[in-house]
């Protein structure tokens, strides 16, 4: 799958990068026909720990799919949107399904 990764406000380093790419590849598994996922990583100015938030955009047929996390660890807030968008995925497929 194609990824769009910008980060704000930082540099991501290229372990990052890895680490969040094979996390959506997984997606595929649970429905074949994303078209490319927009990944934005930004850290916040705010005195607390969980102060970095990451959005993920899933284009998708039939309207796209956003979620966003926020954490104190950026491969925490992957995790996180990579399983909110595996039920979203598997009920969308769901539906798709029952249309046909």
Do not use: W
């Not at 980060?7 to 078209?35: M, P």
């Not at 950026?74 to 598997?90: K, M, N, W, Y």
């Amino acid at each position: 799958m194609k990824m769009n990764l910008q980060s704000v406000n930082f540099n991501a380093d290229q372990k990052l990068i890895d680490f969040t790419q094979k996390k959506l590849d997984k997606l595929d598994t649970y429905f074949d026909k994303i078209i490319h996922a927009d990944v934005y990583f930004k850290v916040q100015n705010k005195s607390g720990k969980d102060n970095k938030v990451t959005e993920i955009l899933l284009s998708v047929p039939g309207g796209d799919i956003m979620v966003k996390k926020t954490c104190n660890k950026f491969e925490a807030c992957v995790d996180e949107c990579v399983s909110s968008l595996q039920r979203q995925l598997i009920k969308k497929k769901e539906k798709m399904s029952a249309h046909v």
